[in-house]
């Protein structure tokens, strides 16, 4: 069921700008997404602030790795659990009590800088804790947009979930570029510790019907966990998207945690510019927005996703072979760009595929694929840069991505991509 107003009657959408804010017509999105930027763009001020902070005190980029490795694979393992919270509990609540325990987390890493802690031991565990409480609210996030606006909307509020998103990540960053400059990295905690308080009050703000009753009892998360996968390999265009985010999770994504690499020993630039460069990728992604959500959305998703993994791929190769910065600055809009594409198309694919009765444990299967690989990826990319060097290692990565789509693309499973011709999923047992 949706929290549409029922006087308000949903145009029919049509490519062009109007239609790549469809969504903002419905209040509930409208206040859930400008809280979630607000609140993101903190995180991504955090995001940058980690890495950076761990490699001045190590000057290590196996410890950025290692740092971001800590931070996912906790939300990683915790997946599953926040997947059965989804479908057994009210969304909302689960949103509410996990933001708030995550501004404590945030509180608490302003706290433990601002009383001369420097361990990047202390740095990365507070990290990993605050993963934890990602992980298990992340399937409510997702989860969560199918009830702020009726089912004809939904691909345009995916894409633009999906492009607040990428706004935080351009904004957080080049916020975060700046604190660090001013005033250090204590403030950059702060920031985001307060941030957390915007989405707090949008979903108080929020009212949204419960939906049917869930089934009682205890969780049985590897029990369901096992039933999840057989429903997704049961499911085509589920299992496609599947396995295309463990590709850019495990050769695409460690590229933002590599990016202070670059900015320190490849380019040696300052503070500033590195937040510039770590923001590049949220500026390409809102660039594209049009594009993605407007025109778009007129074309098969088997092709936005091929073009999107073909510009991704190759954005990659560039920037490990940009010879100054403002080249890199340009393969990141491009990356960007290439990430709203696929990231948007892959999600939509599954809110619209899945059984609604399975629709928080299938999406946080799907985070957890990304955040599974991604620290795996990032990890092996850290280890890789030290030993081979920063270029090889994300050009590397970067051509083995490209052999991915050609891999999905020579098996026809792209096509499964578009709802014409998904095969209906057969319930698990």
């Known amino acids: 069921m949706s929290s549409a107003e029922p006087a308000e009657v949903e145009d029919e959408i049509r490519p062009g700008l109007r239609s790549a804010v469809a969504a903002f017509r419905y209040r509930n999105f409208a206040l859930f997404w ?10 991504w001020v955090q995001n940058l602030t980690i890495p950076y902070v761990v490699y001045q005190l190590t000057g290590s980029a196996a410890w950025v790795g290692f740092a971001s490795f800590s931070l996912l694979i906790t939300a990683s393992i915790l997946g599953p659990v926040g997947g059965t919270l989804a479908d057994r509990f009210h969304r909302r609540s689960v949103l509410l009590v996990m933001q708030s325990a995550q501004a404590g987390v945030a509180f608490a890493l302003w706290g433990a800088w601002s009383a001369g802690v420097r361990s990047p031991g202390v740095i990365v565990a507070l990290a990993a804790t605050s993963g934890i409480f990602a992980g298990l609210y992340i399937g409510s996030w997702q989860a969560f947009v199918s009830e702020l606006v009726p089912r004809e909307a ?83 265009g589920i299992a496609t998207c599947i396995a295309v985010v463990l590709a850019l ?64 791929g190759g954005s990659l190769i560039l920037f490990a072979l940009a010879p100054v910065a403002a080249v890199g600055f340009v393969a990141l809009l491009g990356a960007g760009a290439g990430y709203l594409a ?15 009765r399975k629709r928080g444990k299938v999406l946080s299967f799907y985070v957890l694929a990304i955040t599974l690989s991604a620290p795996l ?29 050609m891999v999905i693309r020579a098996r026809g499973s792209l096509s499964y991509l578009d709802d014409e011709v998904a095969q209906p999923a057969v319930e698990a047992a």
């Open 34 to 43: 400008t809280g979630a930027l607000i609140s993101n763009t903190g995180g």
């Open 154 to 236: 939904l691909l345009n509020a995916v894409t633009l979930n999906s492009a607040q998103f990428s706004a935080a990540r351009a904004f957080g960053p080049a916020v975060g570029g700046v604190v660090l400059a001013l005033v250090g990295p204590g403030w950059a905690f702060f920031v985001n510790g307060v941030s957390f308080l915007a989405v707090i009050v949008a979903l108080l703000l929020i009212r949204v019907p419960r939906l049917a009753e869930k089934q009682g009892g205890p969780l049985r998360v590897l029990s369901e966990l096992g039933e999840t996968v057989r429903y997704v390999r049961a499911s085509p």
């Open 249 to 312: 999770g495990f050769f695409g994504s460690p590229v933002f945690q590599l990016v202070v690499v670059f900015a320190e020993e490849v380019w040696a630039v300052g503070a500033l510019a590195f937040g510039l460069l770590s923001a590049a990728l949220g500026i390409g992604a809102i660039l594209g927005l049009p594009l993605v959500a407007g025109w778009g959305a007129s074309l098969p998703r088997r092709v936005l996703v091929a073009g999107a993994m073909l510009g991704y």
């Open 342 to 356: 696929i990231a948007s198309s892959l999600n939509t694919t599954i809110q619209l595929q899945v059984d609604e």
């Open 377 to 405: 990826g990032s990890l092996l990319q850290g280890f890789s840069s030290e030993a081979i060097g920063p270029r090889v290692t994300v050009a590397t990565a970067g051509v083995a991505f490209l052999v991915v789509l």
